[in-house]
């Protein structure tokens, strides 16, 4: 197992759009292992391989308060099951330190492979549903940030840049 590096807003890394994944081998579990330590570590609820610069369509979720329900999905597809939004305030490991409402879909279909390259589906609502179009954008190469107006978006960037100016630095 190894902690991985969270790239963090405005990495232009994070921008780049993650392929499927074809046959699940051993770097593939690795990769799932090593994801859920860096995520346990953080600590965090829900973490793409995007985040950790590896251009692969593998997300990894823990709701739980004990850390006890991983959730992995490989090649995750959603499909909306109704119309209705929910406005959910929504953090990330890649922009730390800060949070902002994010309306998304609130009930979904998910259709996904496990750690094993079973398929899966699921239905899911409410903070999984929200965690996992979240963890899908990162895929896609899209971030929360996306959705804020220009303004707030650039507040975090510049309050982000130095702080990595100063990390630099140090
Ligand atoms: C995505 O985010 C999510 O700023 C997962 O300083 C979050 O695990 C989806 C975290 C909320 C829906 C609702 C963020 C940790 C963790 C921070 C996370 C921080 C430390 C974020
Ligand atoms: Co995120």
Request: aromatic share 6%; with cysteine.
């Amino acid at each position: 197992m190894a902690l991985l590096e969270i790239l963090e807003y405005p990495d232009p890394r994070l921008r780049t759009k993650a392929k499927e994944v074809e046959v699940i081998n051993d770097d593939i579990k690795q990769l799932v292992d090593d994801m859920f330590e860096t995520m346990y570590a953080a600590p965090g609820i829900g973490l793409a391989a995007t985040q950790v610069n590896v251009h692969k369509r593998v997300v990894v979720i823990d709701l739980s308060e004990d850390r006890s329900e991983p959730m992995v999905f490989i090649n995750p597809k959603v499909t909306v099951l109704d119309g209705e939004y929910e406005t959910m305030q929504e953090g990330c490991l890649s922009v730390p330190g800060f949070y902002e409402d994010v309306s998304r879909i609130e009930h979904c279909k998910v259709e996904a492979m496990d750690r094993d390259g079973n398929p899966f589906e699921l239905e899911a609502r409410g903070l999984l549903a929200v965690c996992i179009q979240h963890e899908i954008d990162h895929l896609e190469g899209k971030l929360y940030v996306d959705y804020l107006s220009n303004l707030k978006r650039d507040r975090i960037r510049k309050k982000l840049e130095k702080q990595h100016r100063q990390q630099a630095k140090a």
